[in-house]
């Protein structure tokens, strides 16, 4: 069993849509939760992060991390074809934070016009 | 202003040939890595170093070497290079404080024949 899974999708979504992505991970030492989303033939970029338990909102998009469930999720209001890429989630631990991040697998999201 | 940039973006090369990659942040950041992708997509880390020092250094063969210069540069040298090798490998960085923001570069693409 993979620290952290993740559905590969693809996920194709009309534009407009709500869109939800998530991840379940095992090791219940994990503070730090991320969201990259990658481009087609580009590094992954930074797009949410949060530090232990709650909601994070950041214009159309919403972090939730639930430790008790070990499951984050991603949701994307209103989502637009400038979305359409992979979603990478991310994990690290605390207090002995080296810089190691943890990924799930992606999800591959379309949004169609 | 590229803020991570890595050089070569493709490299197609035969089994058994030694290869470098090249990484330069000019992000002020202390910490840089080497991240490797798959085929299918999963990300995972092989080195990290802190102001030249290693700190990260996974379960990666001897065949694979970083070097880092100075803390804007980490390098990745690979020997005797294997099918197994080609993958997209990601250099980044991130500050001291708050190393779950990875700020990644934009790929090698790398092809053993």
């Known amino acids: 069993q993979k620290e952290v899974e993740q559905d590969p999708g693809p996920l194709s979504v009309p534009e407009g849509a709500i869109v939800s992505l998530n991840c379940t991970y095992s090791?219940?030492?994990?503070?730090?939760f991320m969201w990259y989303r990658q481009y087609s033939r580009k590094g992954p970029e930074l797009l949410m992060y949060?530090?232990?338990?709650g909601n994070k909102e950041d214009g159309r998009f919403t972090a939730q991390v639930d430790k008790s469930s070990k499951y984050i999720s991603l949701f994307i209001r209103d989502s637009q074809p400038s979305d359409s890429a992979t979603y990478l989630c991310?994990?690290?631990?605390?207090?002995?934070?080296?810089?190691?991040?943890?990924f799930g697998q992606g999800t591959t999201l379309q949004v169609k016009p | 202003d590229t803020a991570v940039s890595q050089t070569p973006k493709y490299l197609v090369t035969q089994m058994g040939n030694d290869k470098s990659i090249k990484c330069e942040q000019n992000l002020g950041h202390d910490t840089m890595y080497w991240y490797k992708q798959d085929s299918k997509k999963f990300l995972k880390i092989m080195f990290s170093y802190n102001n030249k020092e290693l700190i990260i250094n996974e379960t990666v063969p001897n065949r694979f070497s970083p070097k880092s210069p100075d803390k804007a540069h980490l390098n990745l040298h690979i020997n005797s290079l294997e099918l197994g090798d080609s993958a997209v490998y990601f250099c980044?960085?991130?500050?001291?404080?708050?190393?779950?923001?990875?700020?990644f570069g934009s790929g090698t693409q790398l092809s053993v024949l």
């Open positions: 949060t530090y232990s338990s």
């Open positions: 980044a960085s991130s500050q001291d404080t708050g190393r779950e923001k990875l700020f």
């Open positions: 090791n219940s030492a994990f503070q730090y």
């Open positions: 991310a994990m690290s631990f605390g207090s002995s934070n080296t810089g190691k991040l943890i």
